[in-house]
Every structure is written in structure tokens, then in C-alpha cells.
């Protein structure tokens, strides 16, 4: 069906800065809403940012101003710029999209294995 892979985690000092990108691949039909959610650490997983097929963005508070959610719509890939990072941004993150498959034409929601992000301080 469709499948979800997550790059460009790493190590990186506070301060610095990240580039996620999420792939999706598959018998894709449509892709709506992609968006970007974390886990730290005996923490549930919360939302970081989404972005819609409209390009309407949403972000989480705590990172407005310092991530930047985009998408290319033909190639099905999200993106989460990551500035200024701080260490409690330190989590596995993983990609999410909604996804319509060819043959169906309702959606669910799809996700990725997650990528690790730590920011050492």
C-alpha cells in the first residue's frame, strides 16, 4: 500500500539546525494532510507541526518561530525545518501523511518508523 520513510535525524548542538524529510511511496491515489509528530523518552507522542494539500500550516507552540513544515505535492515528500534546536526538542519523530491508495478512494492515516533527533546542550 503505502509506506513512509523518514530521513536526516542526527546528533547536533543546541543552537543548529536539522532538515527531516518524509517519503511516501506506494499505489498513491492522493496525499492530504502530512505532518510531523515527537516522542521523547516515557513521553506520549505529540504533535509538532502539519501541513495540508492547501498549505495550510499548523505548528506547536513550542516550535513556532524555529520550524518550518513544507511539502512538494508532486513527489509526495514533507519536510521540517529545524532551527535553533534545544534539547528538549531531543525525540524520535516521526512522519505522518493521509493518504487516498489507487482503487479506493477514502483515506487513512499512514505512518513512518521515526527518525531520531538528539540535541546535546
Known amino acids: 500500500q503505502v509506506q513512509l520513510v523518514e530521513s536526516g535525524g542526527g546528533l547536533v548542538q543546541a543552537g543548529g539546525s536539522l532538515e527531516l524529510s518524509c517519503a511516501a511511496s506506494?499505489?498513491?491515489?492522493?496525499?492530504?494532510?502530512m505532518g510531523w509528530y515527537r516522542q521523547a523518552p516515557g513521553q506520549q507522542r505529540e504533535l509538532v507541526a502539519q501541513?495540508?494539500?492547501?498549505?495550510?500550516?499548523d505548528y506547536q507552540d513550542s516550535v513556532k518561530g524555529r520550524f518550518t513544515i513544507s511539502r512538494d505535492k508532486v513527489m509526495n515528500i514533507a519536510y521540517l525545518q529545524m532551527n535553533s534546536l534545544k534539547p528538549e526538542d531531543t525525540a524520535l519523530y516521526y512522519c505522518s501523511a493521509d493518504v487516498s491508495i489507487v482503487g479506493r478512494e477514502s483515506s487513512r492515516t499512514y505512518w513512518g518508523q521515526g527518525t531520531q533527533v538528539t540535541v546535546s546542550s
Open positions: 501541513i495540508t494539500r492547501d498549505l495550510i500550516r
Open positions: 506506494g499505489s498513491i491515489l492522493r496525499v492530504y494532510t
